[in-house]
């Protein structure tokens, strides 16, 4: 999920977002919006962590959550 989807589903996404980084306030997710760098920087703040261990959750947590049906879509059944 590039910089632009991420933006564009950030009301979908603040619940992920939350739930993976719990230290994240709502009005962090509020100042966030969608914005890569932010997400970046509030997670590097929080936890404490350098800004390149922070930029490497936020990639892997975009390469988990782009393979994630869609919210608005219905979910497939399987088997």
Known sequence: ?????????WK???GSVKEHWGKLTDDD????????DQLVGKIQERYGIARDAAKKQVDEWNEVTK???EADQPM???G
């Open 67 to 69: 393979h994630e049906p």
């Open 76 to 78: 497939r059944k399987v």
């Open 29 to 36: 997710l509020d100042v966030i919006d969608g914005k890569h």
């Open 12 to 14: 979908q996404m603040k």
């Open 1 to 9: 999920m590039n910089s632009d989807q991420l933006q564009g589903k």
